[in-house]
């Protein structure tokens, strides 16, 4: 029984998953931290406000706190954005430097001109159409 339990954690996708994990939490907080202290201050400077939760309308008695959601969307689109612009945009360039220079590989379908379905590239008949997309090898 332990034996089947340590093969269980020893298998990679299972530590990978845990440094994931772990590794998220901390990116959270240094995000959390750069929207808090860096971009919610900004646009306090220029708008004026960077705390909505006061803003509250009632409607019979009954009161909704629309500041709240203010700030949580605004944050979530903070968020977002630092996520986009500090991580995703700079992992796209480095990951296309590394690929420079690399020939694509050959492919392996290509598309019937009629359906437009992807069909392997030695097909002569498209399997959703049944057109014939390639003329017959000449026969000797």
Known sequence: M????RQFLMRGNVIDLA???????AFGAVVKAL???LLTPLIAAIGGKPDFSALVFQVN???FK??????????FLMIGAAVYFFVVVPM???MARMRRGETPPDPTT???PECLSE???AARRCAFCTSVVAAAPPSR
């Not at 440094?19 to 939490?25: Q, R, S």
């Not at 629309?66 to 944050?75: E, K, P, R, V």
């Open 19 to 25: 440094v994931a994990v772990v590794i998220g939490v």
């Open 92 to 94: 796209n360039a480095f």
């Open 35 to 37: 929207v808090d202290d």
């Open 110 to 112: 290509k598309k019937c």
């Open 2 to 5: 332990l034996k089947g339990f």
């Open 61 to 63: 008695g009954s009161k």
């Open 119 to 121: 069909i392997p590239i």
């Open 66 to 75: 629309i500041g709240d959601f203010i700030n949580a969307l605004i944050a």
